[in-house]
């Protein structure tokens, strides 16, 4: 059995190409069935998120190119777009580059923003979607689940999907190291803009509760306070808010400041020490610099905010490579079992071969010794089959050892499974299995090759 | 097993906490990026807890074996009193933990009980006072408020100060390494003012029942030289800072920076009742 995947990323594809591939959830399972349903696709799996698309398969007795093919024009076909408009942008990968690409997605290593831990739940739904169309068998799910487990390693061992990513996150960690419980905090928004909604969202996931929202136009402000389930307030009211509010976001339209140290002043004594947090998203600032020098107030404009997620940012590109380390060990654990699932046939043709000739030696026996009684011929029986499992048992222990020790060491090819072939006559047996290795030789010399030519992962654009 | 010992083994045992406490937060920061808040705290950590309790029990035998051993009360010596304070220190310490678990906090008062029983080992060899001052469940008392208020005062004005960097930090835009870790700025305002809530009551206590054994059983011959000893008065000056804070606190419900100066400064002048010379409170 083969593994293949085609797919696109926003890495190769425009924004317009990406949007007219994707897959949407009820399409899933027809684009899963008709994958299934192409010849010599034995499992298919598809990921389809906003920035991918991308088709796991597993395929028997098929070429690589032809199972290329094959994707392109279901591809074309399902989504009624010329194969021209979005060739150029795929890229094709098989058995171990296909295997670590999943990996490194799984662990938000491929994604847009680095570290992102969406994807984890696009994999795992993905994953879902097939084994409910009944499309992933014991490959793709083996692979896929493989996948879980090392974005979950990276989630426990690297900072990768840890801290905050966009200036909404930032204000909630920095609002948690001045107030002690968010929910009995009060959010002034000024501003009804989609920064300010995105940045109160983000503070309303983390507990915040109360939310006025004040624009220079009413209906804006209340239609955002009806979203948020805040209270909506005339523009010309918010110096009055401000005693109440802990938590100012400012994001206006407007061309010059709008809160000043003097506006602050007389708000702050009747605050008596209440911390104020200001965070000021609008370019040109709408808090003048002046009110930084003021005592309990913390003020961070953009460019602050920006200098946090900055910071996040460096510290999670360093932890990338840990994560690819870590992703290294769960492809060539993969890879392992994989590989070893080659010596399953080797294995039951022994077991067949065996027993055949167990039975042989039996009919000819019942033939001479007629006398022998029923109970007789059950302990010959069950003597002549602990007989043949003892002979079987080392033969096949050391076949799946050597299998697998073979990979982990030097990857070389499985000289003991062609010796078992050759001493117990199976090569008729594992004829399948020996065309499919052909047909995808290039990859399997580099899965074969050594355990570090597994982490490297080759794109090929079609 | 002699008093000393147990106490340096209740040394060893806040010292192991104040380990597992600051590793808890060094593992905690250097496994979260950036600049953010973290908000769980690292399982070493957690052994901190019962690590300060097996210090406290010990500190508990040791100063119940000296006064057996001694036939006196723990306040006869240096050794005593400082060991007391640092036990107070641990007990505040550990019932805040609890109550809103706090590792930073732990992180710098116990090595300052630590300091104490240090300092108290080391006189651990003096010799005992004699002086019928010191006898009596009134001056016990007097005495065990008052060390129990310092040692709530003392996590008080660490709060504080940890209040301050904290604020100093995020007014720079500057919040990284281990100092991420520290507690937001209203559970340490919060913290201090709690301590205060329940020092104040008992500092207040052991002043009267000082006053009480000097003026009720006679012992002095003109109060105002009591009035005038220095200690005393210093001790009145910190009475007077932390009525201030409390009262700013409830009445006029002051918050912030501000408040916290009233705590650092209370607490220096708490240091100063150790230093200042006294013509009343000598027993050699």
Not at chain 1, 1 to 23: D, F, Y
Not at chain 1, 424 to 439: A, K, P, V, W
Not at chain 2, 169 to 190: A, C, I, N, S
Request: with cysteine; hydrophobic share 50%.
């Amino acid at each position: 059995m083969a593994l293949i995947l085609v797919g696109l990323s926003h890495h190769t594809a425009p924004i317009e190409v990406r949007e007219r591939l994707s897959c949407s959830g009820h399409d899933l399972p027809d684009s899963l069935s008709d994958l299934a349903s192409l010849p010599g696709f034995q499992e298919a799996v598809v990921l389809s998120t906003c920035n991918r698309l991308e088709i796991y398969a597993a395929t028997a007795n098929l070429k690589a190119s032809e199972a290329y093919q094959a994707i392109c024009q279901h591809l074309a076909r399902f989504h009624h777009v010329p194969e021209p408009a979005f060739t150029p942008f795929l890229y094709k990968k098989s058995e171990s580059d296909a295997i670590m690409h999943l990996l490194r997605v799984a662990s938000g290593l491929d994604s847009l923003v680095l570290g992102e831990a969406q994807i984890l739940g696009q994999v795992r739904e993905a994953l879902r979607a097939a084994q409910s169309a009944s499309t992933a068998g014991s490959l793709l799910t083996a692979l896929f689940q493989q996948a879980i487990t090392s974005a979950r390693r990276i989630q426990n061992e690297t900072t990768l999907t840890r801290g905050a990513f966009s200036i909404g996150h930032a204000a909630v960690s920095l609002a948690s190291q001045i107030f002690a419980d968010l929910s009995r905090a009060t959010v002034l928004i000024l501003g009804a803009g989609k920064m300010s909604e995105l940045t109160a969202r983000h503070l309303q996931a983390s507990g915040v509760r109360f939310i006025v929202v004040a624009n220079r136009t009413y209906d804006r402000a209340k239609a955002m306070a009806q979203q948020l389930g805040g209270e909506a307030i005339h523009y010309d009211r918010f110096p009055e808010r401000l005693t109440q509010a802990d938590i100012v976001i400012a994001s206006t339209a407007a061309p010059h400041p709008i809160i000043h140290r003097a506006t602050l002043q007389p708000v702050l004594r009747r605050r008596r020490g209440k911390p104020l947090f200001l965070i000021d998203i609008a370019v040109p600032r709408d808090i003048a610099p002046d009110v930084y020098n003021l005592e309990n107030v913390f003020l961070y404009n953009i460019d602050d905010l920006q200098a946090v997620v900055a910071e996040a940012a460096r510290e999670r590109a360093s932890e990338a490579s840990r994560a690819e380390s870590i992703v290294c060990e769960e492809v060539e654990k993969f890879v392992i079992w994989y590989r070893g699932r080659e010596a399953v046939p080797v294995i039951a043709s022994l077991r067949e071969r065996l027993e055949q000739i167990r039975q042989d030696d039996l009919a000819v026996l019942r033939a001479r010794l007629s006398h022998l009684s029923e109970r007789e011929w059950q302990a010959i029986e069950t003597a002549t089959r602990a007989m043949m499992n003892k002979v079987a048992r080392t033969p096949i222990l050391r076949l799946k050892q050597e299998t697998e020790q073979q990979m982990a060491l030097n990857g070389a090819r499985y000289d003991l499974m062609s010796a078992a072939r050759e001493i117990f006559g199976l090569g008729n047996e594992t004829e399948s299995l020996r065309t499919d290795e052909e047909d995808t030789t290039p990859a399997k010399q580099k899965i074969t090759s050594s355990a570090s030519s597994a982490v490297s992962s080759s794109t090929e654009v079609i | 097993m002699s008093a000393a010992m147990l106490t340096g083994l209740a040394l060893a045992f806040y010292l192991l906490a104040t380990v597992c406490y600051t590793a808890g937060i060094f593992l905690r920061a250097a496994a979260s990026p950036a600049i953010f808040p973290i908000s769980t705290t690292h399982s070493i950590t957690h052994f901190g807890r019962p690590l300060v309790l097996a210090g406290i029990a010990l500190q508990f035998a040791a100063i119940g074996v000296w006064c057996v051993t001694t036939h006196r009360t723990p306040f006869a010596s240096n050794f005593g009193t400082l060991s007391l304070t640092a036990w107070a220190m641990a007990m505040a310490f550990l019932i805040l933990d609890w109550r809103i678990n706090l590792p930073a906090v732990g992180v710098v008062t116990l090595p300052a009980a630590c300091v104490a029983l240090f300092l108290g080992i080391l006189k651990s060899r003096a010799p005992l006072v004699e002086s019928p001052l010191l006898t009596g469940q009134l001056v016990s008392m007097h005495v065990l408020a008052v060390l129990f208020s310092f040692g709530l005062l003392t996590v008080a004005a660490i709060c504080s100060a940890l209040y301050m960097v904290q604020n100093r930090q995020l007014r720079r835009h500057h919040v990284r390494g281990m100092l991420r870790r520290l507690p937001p700025l209203e559970t340490l305002d919060r913290t201090a003012y709690q301590a205060v809530a329940f020092a104040l009551p008992l500092l207040t206590l052991g002043i009267l029942l000082g006053f009480t054994r000097v003026f009720g059983d006679g012992l002095a011959h003109s109060p105002v030289e009591w009035l005038r000893d220095p200690h005393v008065l210093t001790s009145l000056a910190a009475w007077l800072l932390y009525v201030f804070y409390l009262g700013s606190r409830l009445a006029a419900g002051w918050r912030g920076v501000r408040v916290q100066y009233i705590l650092l400064v209370g607490f220096v002048v708490l240091l100063a009742i150790y230093f200042v010379p006294t013509t009343t409170h000598r027993f050699e």
